[in-house]
């Protein structure tokens, strides 16, 4: 069992950044992988990114590529989501995903979510 802990939503005006932290604990954090989906009420669950197990590879939406980077702090059990350059369509639930498959998080499909945290962008 892996538990998520979302934090670092909050309200931002447009052009702003925000960092967004993922608290990983239980089953060993170097052996998954992790993604961050993002959901508006009313609408399909999007994913966001996602990063290796071994943090080399990464993966992201092409709505975010160039402006959200995902890095994991092995040491400390994290993983972030900076986003940078941030738009009012980035107004979304963000959550944090785990799975020993860096595809099945690609697709949805991973075993592990957070509660997630709530990322308002003003215009």
């Known amino acids: 069992q892996v538990t998520l802990v979302e934090s670092g939503g909050g309200l931002v005006q447009a052009g702003g950044s925000l960092r967004l932290s993922c608290a990983a604990s239980?089953?060993?954090?170097?052996?998954?992988?992790f993604g961050w989906f993002r959901q508006v009420s009313g609408k399909d669950r999007e994913f966001v990114g996602a990063i290796s197990l071994s943090g080399e590879g990464t993966w992201y939406a092409d709505s975010v590529k160039g402006r959200f980077t995902i890095s994991r702090d092995n040491a400390n059990n994290i993983v972030y989501l900076q986003m940078n350059s941030l738009k009012p369509e980035d107004t979304a639930v963000y959550y944090c995903?785990?799975?020993?498959?860096?595809?099945?998080?690609?697709?949805?499909?991973?075993?592990?979510w957070g509660k997630g945290t709530l990322v308002t962008i003003s215009s």
């Open positions: 995903t785990a799975d020993q498959s860096t595809m099945d998080i690609r697709e949805g499909r991973a075993s592990y």
């Open positions: 239980g089953r060993t954090f170097r052996g998954h992988a």
